[in-house]
């Protein structure tokens, strides 16, 4: 029996390896022997060794010379565009809240439609003004003192920031310029921090 059983098996596995197709069958008696020590599972859609599908790093493939991060000179435009953007959204709404305090007493008509889009207009206008301004400031800043320096760390952005409060506020007077310095100090100053928390928490960096 078991001799026509192994013959049938070997039988199947030469027809199929013929046509390449199939593979040759085996019995649980003929697969009980066979050690399964130091062998890795394999996954039965790829059939390749899971292990090598797992990666701890990022792996791709850069242009010579080039950078595995973007640098300022890259991410001025996102943050150029994504500020007046931000200014943009935020005026409008603060347009709107404002068109509909001031015309409260005013019935639901043509004048006073007319009335609440220009205060959404002038509002996002000049907030996306604002915040495009700072942010045009602030990368050049940071462009600069990178290419003088010749190196990229937290120093370029407080330094950056700080800048870009005091030049905000060069019209101000010599207090409007230190407080100006000042606010834009803080804020650099927490940004660089909130970007090396995990790092001074002694953790690496969560990946998504």
Same mark, same amino acid.
């Given at each position: %029996? =078991? ?6 098996? $070997? ?27 130091? %062998? ?17 790093? =990022? ?16 991410? $001025? ?27 409260? =007493? ?12 220009? %205060? ?32 990229? =760390? ?55």
């Amino acid at each position: %029996m =078991d001799n026509s059983t192994a013959g049938s098996g $070997a039988y199947k596995a030469g027809f199929g390896g013929l046509f390449g197709g199939g593979a040759p069958e085996y019995s649980n008696t003929e697969l009980a022997g066979v050690p399964l020590t130091g %062998m890795s599972p394999l996954s039965p859609y790829l059939n390749v060794d899971p292990r090598y599908l797992v990666q701890d790093s =990022d792996e791709f493939i850069l242009p010579t010379g080039a950078n595995k991060t973007r640098g300022r000179f890259e991410l $001025a435009f996102f943050t150029i565009g994504g500020s007046c953007m931000t200014g943009a959204a935020f005026g409008t709404l603060n347009g709107l809240r404002m068109g509909l305090k001031e015309t409260r =007493d005013m019935a639901w008509s043509k004048p006073r439609n007319v009335q609440i889009l220009n %205060m959404v207009t002038r509002q996002g206008a000049s907030w996306a003004n604002t915040l495009g301004s700072v942010a045009l400031l602030y990368s050049v800043f940071g462009v600069a003192i990178e290419k003088a320096r010749g190196a990229e =760390d937290d120093l370029n952005t407080i330094a950056a920031g700080t800048l870009t409060g005091m030049m905000y506020k060069s019209t101000s007077g010599l207090k409007g310029v230190a407080r100006g310095g000042l606010v834009g100090l803080a804020l650099s100053g927490l940004y660089a921090l909130y970007n090396n928390w995990d790092h001074l928490k002694g953790t690496a960096p969560s990946r998504y």
